[in-house]
């Protein structure tokens, strides 16, 4: 959020609605004429009825949205809240951020990180991770893809291909809530509501739905969306 209270670097709006309350946060970069507009047809729009419904406000604000942020794309996230201790059993070695053995892990770049950013990972600058290993390789990773804010921090989780479906992605999303627990942080985890293999991780974590978010926006350049927003790596 930028001082405005508005998304830094949107132009969109995402709607977050638990079933009981719904909440607009609109992008810094629609016009501010238009913000009180998008406010009122939010406002004035029934709640859905159910969590799986797309909100009635999201063709009304579309409407105002499209000369200003067009083209406009909509993306439907579930969201869980990681309360930690997470048990799971942990059938694979899994390295920690805040242990000795981070920077034994500088040549097992899985591939999806760029130059520098990987480094930056391990140094901790790009927040808390856990990484499961297998046979000297990184099979599966759960970072922390946004900044931390002092109240909350949200999980991301990469598997490799070979290595779905083995319980990885689960054994090191409890690792990273572990890491993060003394914090004291509100912790989350999301996916797409198409992704089943995700949501039986949730479901093996025990971990409880909060809702959904709607996220109505003007998509970023392609390698804007892969690069972490905290890495200083140009490459």
């Known amino acids: 959020m930028d001082d405005r209270r508005r998304l830094d670097g949107v132009c969109g709006i995402v709607i ?7 909440r607009i ?14 406010a009122d047809a939010f ?15 999201i063709s009304a604000v579309r409407e105002l949205l499209e000369p200003a942020c ?10 869980y809240v990681v309360e930690p201790p997470v048990r799971v059993e942990m059938r694979t070695r899994v390295v920690r951020s805040d242990s000795a053995e981070a920077q034994s892990l500088t040549d097992l770049n899985p591939g999806n990180w760029a130059t520098g950013e990987w480094q930056e990972l391990l140094d901790g600058v790009l927040g808390p991770w856990a990484m499961a ?9 759960c970072h922390t893809p946004r900044p931390m804010s002092d109240r909350a921090a949200e999980c991301g989780v990469w598997t490799h291909p070979d290595y779905r479906g083995r319980g990885h992605a689960a054994e090191v999303t409890a690792v990273w809530a572990d890491i993060l627990r003394p914090s004291g942080r509100f912790l989350f985890y999301s996916t797409l509501p198409e ?10 974590l ?12 003007r998509p970023k350049p392609a390698m804007a969306n892969q690069r972490h927003p905290l890495s200083r790596s140009g490459a």
């Open 16 to 22: 977050a609605t638990t079933g009981d309350d719904s």
């Open 25 to 38: 946060y609109v992008g810094s970069e629609v016009p501010d004429m238009l913000v009180p507009l998008v």
């Open 43 to 57: 406002d004035t729009a029934p709640l859905p009825s159910s969590l799986t419904l797309e909100p009635a406000a």
């Open 70 to 79: 067009s083209p406009l794309s909509l993306h439907a996230s579930l969201y």
């Open 133 to 141: 290993l297998d046979d000297g390789r990184v099979v599966s990773i």
């Open 195 to 204: 992704n089943l293999a995700s949501q039986r991780v949730a479901a093996r």
């Open 206 to 217: 025990q971990l409880r739905s909060i809702g959904r978010t709607w996220s109505l926006l």
